[in-house]
Structures are given as C-alpha cells and as structure tokens.
C-alpha cells in the first residue's frame, strides 16, 4: 500500500481560527518552534466519530503552552470547538488529532518576546499505532543509553516538541536493532516510561507502574489505573528499577496512540500476554470505543 507523505495529503487543517488547505498549511523555515524547540503539542483518539476525553487533552495542551511561556491566542472552548469541527470536514470516524502549537519567524534568537502565537489541528485516519500481529504477541523494547531528565532541567510536565528528541534517538536505534521501541530510564536509572507511551508491570497479581515525576501523567495511564482499581486490581505507584523487570508476569504500555499494547520482550527477557493485560486491553477498549467488541 502506497504511503502518502504527510505533506502530500489531501484535506483540510485548521489554521489560526480558519480552514486552509491541507498543503498550504505551511511555515516559514526560520520559525521559531523549529529552531528552538518553542512547540507543544497534543494526540487525541477518536473512536466512532467522537474524540475520547477531549476536554482533558485540551487542558493539558494549554498547561503545557503554560509551561512554555505560551500564551495561545484562542480559548479552551474554541480550541474543542475546532477538533471537533475539523473531525467533522475529514470525515474521521476512527483516527487521531494533532493540535499543535508554536512561536512564529518574527524573531530569530533565544528569546521570542514578540514572536506571533501560531495554532494548527490536524486530523487523519490511524486504526491501530503497532500491527495486529505484535500487538497479540507483544512488542519488544530495547533498553535505551539517552535518559529522561531531571524535573528541575527542563519542565518535564510539558508535552513539548524539545522532549522528544532523546525518543526519536532512542526509538531509531531500537528499529535498528530489530526491536519496535525502546525502554527509557530516567536520571536516577529508574524505569520511567516507553519513547512514547508510560509502562506498566503486572507482578504477583498485581499492576506496578512508576512514578511520573519526570515524565508525562498521561491521560490513558489514568483511565487505565482508574479502570484496573474497579475491578479490584490492585494498582501501585513507585519507583521501579531496572533489575526487577526479571520479575514482571506481563508488561504493557499505555497512551492514546498505541492505545493499550502489550510488551512481550525486553532486551533479552520474553513476558506473556498474560490475562490482566487482554482484561485491561478489552475494559479500555470498550470504555473508549462504544462499538467495541471484546477479543
């Protein structure tokens, strides 16, 4: 199948309050988001024509512009109103969102006390982040070298475009390997989330996942540990090292884009698909998407 470039589609993205065409929603080179890592962003699910915990996505969005000394030109409402209208003119019935957020080109240096404020929100159709096939055996992870820093470096509580460097330099060194993500540590060398997605380890009947002090709280992570305790699944946050992921049962990630997906190897460690996982993985699914069907 062929694959389209993204700057190739056809479409519409919304663009400072307006509609414009997919290929003319544009920047100049020397913007300030690309130069210097002033960008945040977000990813949404929809599922059956609906955009699952909107609000939230939206909320985290402007803490982020916060955390970046952004200030966005547009209300959280408009900001809803706009995902949801341009969902509506692609016609997406299951895909994903990317609103995005970043300082223009009317300044070129570190600092960009007069650089316009420039919104975007685009959309596509996206069924599943990882094949059907290593979803059902699990994914493997490599250990990655780059580490998540320290809160007090950089404002890790910000889904922001300069964060993600370390990611894409951990995830193509996985790829390259044989592997489909890599693990990350944090500064400490605690295990503290995937490139992309946070981590959880099922131990003794029991959900352990680590502490998001240097990494996003993300919203799937939330749903997931909410879903887990209403079914008497017992949920412990903590810090977790990497010489007790010998003793995990199962291990999977979470996030809106790869949605609840099972680990089945680590390094050299292989882990089953183990039945909270497809339990978990099946009270996600059907809380997000009303025409679910359990597996």
Avoid at 8 to 35: C, D, M, P, S
Avoid at 142 to 165: E, S, V
Avoid at 199 to 210: D, K, L, M, Q, S
């Amino acid at each position: 199948m062929e694959i389209i470039p993204f700057d190739k589609r056809i479409g519409f993205i919304w663009y400072n309050g307006e509609f414009v065409e997919w290929q003319n929603a544009t920047t100049h080179v020397l913007n300030h988001g690309l130069h210097y890592g002033s960008c945040v962003f977000e990813g949404l699910r929809v599922y059956g024509e609906k955009i699952f915990k909107l609000k939230e996505h939206t909320e985290r969005l402007f803490h982020s512009a916060d955390r970046m000394g952004i200030e966005i030109p547009f209300s959280q409402e408009i900001i809803n109103q706009a995902q949801e209208e341009t969902i509506q003119k692609m016609n997406i019935k299951y895909g994903y969102v990317r609103p995005v957020v970043w300082r223009g080109s009317e300044m070129m240096a570190v600092s960009a006390q007069k650089n316009k404020i420039n919104v975007a929100i685009a959309t596509w159709e996206w069924p599943s982040y990882f094949t059907k096939e290593d979803r059902l055996k699990g994914i493997s992870l490599q250990t990655a070298i780059w580490k998540r820093p320290a809160p007090d470096t950089i404002p890790t509580d910000a889904k922001a475009a300069g964060l993600y460097m370390i990611c894409t330099l951990s995830k193509h060194e996985a790829e390259k390997n044989g592997y489909a993500d890599a693990l990350m540590l944090d500064y400490k060398g605690r295990v503290s989330e995937s490139t992309g997605s946070n981590i959880f380890f099922v131990i003794g009947g029991e959900i352990h996942t680590p502490i998001p002090d240097c990494f996003l709280d993300g919203i799937t992570r939330k749903t997931v540990i909410g879903l887990a305790k209403s079914q008497g699944i017992n949920v412990i946050e903590r810090e977790i090292y990497p010489d007790e992921i010998k003793n995990a049962d199962e291990i999977f990630l979470t996030g809106s884009a790869v949605e609840v997906t099972p680990v089945g190897k680590i390094d050299d460690m292989t882990y089953k698909v183990g039945e909270i996982t497809s339990k978990i993985s099946n009270l996600y699914m059907k809380e997000v998407d009303p025409n679910f069907q359990d597996s």
